[in-house]
């Protein structure tokens, strides 16, 4: 069976500080890919990044990095130096590389992000 | 491009009743899958459909239903409303290749009386 872990229901941070959401995964399968998406208060949820199971380089975008572990099955996600905008829900997700498994993606619980100014 | 679509954006229905939510894909996506997520539940997989048939289906019951049309949109359908059906529906659309990234519509907000 795939699942997803985000132990972090909600955490506050005050502007410009480092913060790290954490997301765990369990799944059989050899080929999988990860992936977060953030929710706005709008309830849109918007797609940040992906990654293949076989990629374990750690990618960065701007403020945004993460961190890819197949051996602890982590893929976290930090925001540096955070701003008001990013308060918002963050969720990590797997699907599968199958065809009947690929287009359903498997939720974590989502962490609340609270960016304090 | 224009985003994923979905109509209407909120809705009120009482127990019993049945409503049909819309979807409009990204142009040139063939694949549509349909979410719900609740505050207990959290976000849960649906269906998916592809060409007009349904690929995957998540664990809910027959209540809920699907179709796609030839154009790629597609509408989901739920019946007998119960109180538990309250939820934010989200479509998601994507290219026909696995892996492919979910691009999801604003929503639909059902809340059943």
């Known amino acids: 069976a795939q699942k997803v872990t985000q132990a972090q229901t909600e955490i506050s941070v005050v502007e410009k500080e480092d913060v790290t959401l954490d997301c765990v995964y369990e799944?059989?399968?050899?080929?999988?890919?990860l992936f977060w998406y953030k929710q706005p208060p709008s309830g849109e949820l918007v797609f940040l990044i992906r990654?293949?199971?076989?990629?374990?380089q750690n990618e960065i975008s701007g403020r945004y990095s993460w961190n890819f572990q197949k051996s602890t099955s982590s893929f976290n996600f930090t925001i540096t130096a955070s701003q008001v905008v990013d308060s918002a829900v963050y969720f990590c997700a797997l699907s599968g590389a199958r065809m009947d498994s690929s287009y359903k993606l498997i939720f974590g619980s989502g962490t609340r992000l609270l960016v304090r100014p | 491009k224009a985003g994923v679509t979905q109509t209407p954006r909120y809705l009120i229905k009482t127990r019993g009743q049945q409503v049909t939510l819309s979807c409009s894909p990204i142009?040139?996506?063939?694949?549509v899958s349909w979410y719900q997520q609740t505050p207990g539940q959290g976000l849960q997989f649906l269906f998916e459909y592809f060409s007009e048939t349904q690929r995957n289906k998540g664990n809910f019951p027959g209540r809920f239903s699907g179709r796609q049309f030839s154009n790629s949109r597609s509408e989901m359908n739920v019946s007998t409303l119960e109180l538990g059906d309250s939820a934010l529906y989200l479509c998601?659309?994507?290219?026909?290749?696995?892996?492919?990234?979910?691009?999801f519509g604003p929503g639909t907000r059902l809340t059943v009386l």
């Open positions: 142009s040139g996506h063939r694949s």
């Open positions: 998601a659309s994507s290219p026909p290749t696995t892996g492919s990234i979910l691009f």
């Open positions: 799944t059989r399968d050899t080929t999988y890919y």
């Open positions: 990654r293949n199971s076989f990629d374990e």
